[in-house]
Every structure is written in C-alpha cells, then in structure tokens.
C-alpha cells in the first residue's frame, strides 16, 4: 500500500535527535530536543528518583494493571503542586486527575476529551508554539487558530495583539496557553498580564487548556504556577497538562498528568468519568514506573526536600549557561545584542538564529538548533559552549 504514498517529513525536534545520532563529527553538539544535560552533558537520573526506585524495587509485588486514570495517590500529589495543598479546588473536590503517559499524553486526551464534546470548537495556539501542538490537537479533529505571542523586535510578547485576539475568541472555542518557560520562546506573561487574560476568558467563555511542562524551571515550584491558581480561583472549567518529564527528569517513563477543573464537585464527577473513557479507548491504564517512582519522592519529605534541591540545581545551571552564552558571543566581537537570552525562562532560548544559520550550524559545525532557532540551553556545558559560541559568531559573520 506505500508505493505511491509520500514519506512524512521528519519530526522538527524528535527528527534533529535522530540526524545527531547518526552524525559521526565528534564535536557534535545537541541544542535541539528539550532534555536537561549536567556539567558533563549527561542527563542524569536525578537522586531522589534513585532513590523512590530502589524502594519500589524491594516493596513492589505486582505489575497488575493501574486504574484507568493512574494511582489515587499520584494524582493527589499532582494536584497539590498544581494548585498549593491548601487549595479550595483540592478541599471542593473541583478537580479529576488522570495519570497520563508524559505531558504529550495529557494533550491528546484532554484533545480527545474536548473534541467529542465541542467538535465545532477551534483550537487556539500561541505565535510561535511547541512544534508538535497543532499535530496534537488535529489529529484529534479540530481546527486550530493562531494567537499573536511573540514580537521579534521587542523579543518580548505582543500583548496588546494576543489580548485583541483573545477578546475575538468565540464562547465555546479552547485557548492553549504556556503556564510557565514558554515553549519555544522562553518569554512569559506578567502577573498583570494573567489576571488580564483570567478576565478575559471568564467574560468570553472560552476554555483555556493550560500545558505545564516546566514547573520549577522559572522561579520555583510555587511561583511558576501562579497562572494555574489565577484560573482556578476565578471558578471556570479549563484543563491542566503537566509533565514530570523536566522536573523529575522522567523523560522515557512517560510520566504526566491531565486535570479537568469544573466549578463544581458534581461536574468534576461527570468530566472524571468520560475521562476514563477517552484514556480507555487510547492505551487502557498508563504505564505505571516513572508515576510510582515520582509518587515515592512526592510522600516522603526527606525525597522531597532533596527533589525541591536538584530542581534548583538544574535550574540555576541553565541560568548560567544563559548567561555564559551572551558573554561568550560578546567576548568574540559579535555586534548583535544577544543580552535578552539571559533574560528569557526555561530550558530554551529563541535566539533570533535564522534558518540560514542554523542550518550553516549544522552542516558544518554538527550543532543541532530547531529550525525557528530555539536552543536548548541546557544542551550547553562547560566543555561545549567556546565551541559553540566560536562557530555561532563564525556563522553570524559569513
Ligand atoms: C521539546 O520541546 O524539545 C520537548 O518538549 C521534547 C519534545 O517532545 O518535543
């Protein structure tokens, strides 16, 4: 049947990993997929994991089935570093958690979840978003819009745009937002700015989707997730997709979660139960380890303290590697200001690299940018970031 069937094109960050891995230049360098690397350019199992695993190893005796949305336990813990314990979403019981496989997961069942509901409603993305956003949501039937986010010559977000937009959004439509470490452009939303768009969704009614991958990654666990509060204190419906792949270092585990907030615990019943019924009909149950191990740290308070730490750790290493790579490209007389990247937030930065650059990076230094020219700061160590400055500030000079 695929004689005369196209090959597909090659994913735009999953496909960059494997043309890196078939490259043979020792000097490679990966800035493309949002991994974290340490100071030797290992992305490590983080310690209390280890540590959550070697218990789960001795005391674990059954790999039977999870429930359909994952453990009671997991999800409680999410919903506490979703909205702080002392929540009234949490006391009022407005919230259903399913334990999801990784937060690309969350995406597809809250999509399929919504579509079968409101299959009429158009999707709304940000200006630029996460490469794999749009491929989520239509494969699950909808139609997508796009939001003004991002201003290329102020390097900051277009506010009045994206709030002229939003104000245009149809009662009944879903809005995708980035709750913290915008993803690919590392430029997030003030507090005054959130309170805006909270206002604006409640008088609009349409339903924000919030994608949380980065907690911890900006300021800390508690302060990146001040959007997430804003909404739920304003009392709506709106969804929460959120990863432990960064933040516990989880990637290969699949390890996420999808929560539905409702005004109120009746409905939250109701939404729970056709949330089940979307993750049935994709894989059953999730697969179980990386929410076991994340669950173990999550109850224990000595794992979690040290949990809190190697979040800090990776953190304040991306923050200096930011700011290694404005000097380092300063330092080699390069007239562009590139100042701004160590303002941006998270693991990566929109560098303002053109296409041209980056595939000039590629061919002949073997760095691996994402088309757009978002780098993954955390790719960068002590030991690569000369190089990769030597070969930027050649690129920006050819
Ligand atoms: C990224 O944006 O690089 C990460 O979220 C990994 C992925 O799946 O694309």
């Not at 430029?187 to 309170?195: A, E, H, I, K």
């Not at 691996?368 to 030597?390: E, F, H, M, Q, W």
Request: hydrophobic share 40%; net charge negative.
């Amino acid at each position: 049947m695929w004689k005369d069937i196209q090959e597909a094109p090659a994913d735009a960050i999953l496909g960059l990993t494997e043309a890196f891995k078939n490259d043979t230049n020792p000097d490679k360098v990966n800035l493309g997929v949002g991994v974290y690397k340490d100071e030797q350019g290992l992305t490590p199992v983080l310690k209390c994991i280890k540590a959550a695993e070697r218990v789960l190893v001795d005391e674990q005796d059954s790999k039977g089935y999870l429930p359909m949305t994952g453990s009671p336990s997991y999800a409680a813990n999410v919903q506490k570093l979703l909205f702080g314990a002392e929540s009234e979403v949490i006391s009022s019981r407005r919230a259903a958690t399913a334990q999801t496989p990784g937060g690309t997961g969350a995406l597809r069942v809250g999509a399929d979840l919504l579509n079968k509901f409101k299959p009429e409603a158009t999707l709304w993305v940000s200006t630029p978003t996460w490469a794999n956003h749009k491929g989520i949501f239509s494969s699950a039937g909808f139609k997508i819009g796009d939001y003004p986010y991002y201003n290329p010559a102020t390097r900051g977000v277009d506010f009045d745009g994206m709030l002229e937009c939003l104000s245009a959004v149809p009662t009944g439509d879903i809005v995708l937002m980035h709750v913290c470490c915008h993803n690919p452009t590392g430029v997030d939303l003030t507090d005054d700015q959130w309170d805006q768009i909270v206002a604006i969704a409640v008088d609009k009614g349409w339903t924000p989707f919030l994608d949380f991958a980065y907690q911890g990654f900006g300021d800390s666990l508690e302060s990146d997730r001040d959007a997430v509060e804003k909404f739920a204190a304003a009392g709506i419906d709106f969804y929460v997709a959120s990863s432990f792949s960064k933040n516990f270092g989880l990637y290969n585990e699949r390890t996420g979660a999808l929560t539905v907030v409702s005004p109120t615990a009746e409905e939250s019943k109701v939404a729970m139960s056709h949330l089940k019924v979307a993750i049935r009909t994709n894989y059953s149950n999730p697969p179980a380890h990386g929410g076991l191990a994340a669950d173990g740290v999550l109850n224990d308070p000595t794992l979690y303290a040290q949990w809190v730490d190697e979040v800090a750790e990776m953190r304040v290493r991306i923050k200096e590697m930011r700011q290694a790579l404005v000097d380092g490209l300063a330092a080699r007389g390069v007239e562009q200001d590139f100042s701004f990247i160590a303002e941006q937030r998270g693991m990566f930065s929109f560098s303002g690299l053109s296409d041209e650059v980056v595939a000039w990076l590629k061919e002949n230094k073997a760095i691996y940018i994402v088309k757009g020219g978002r780098i993954n700061v955390a790719g960068l160590t002590p030991s690569n970031i000369d190089y990769v400055c030597d070969a930027i500030a050649v690129a920006l000079k050819a």
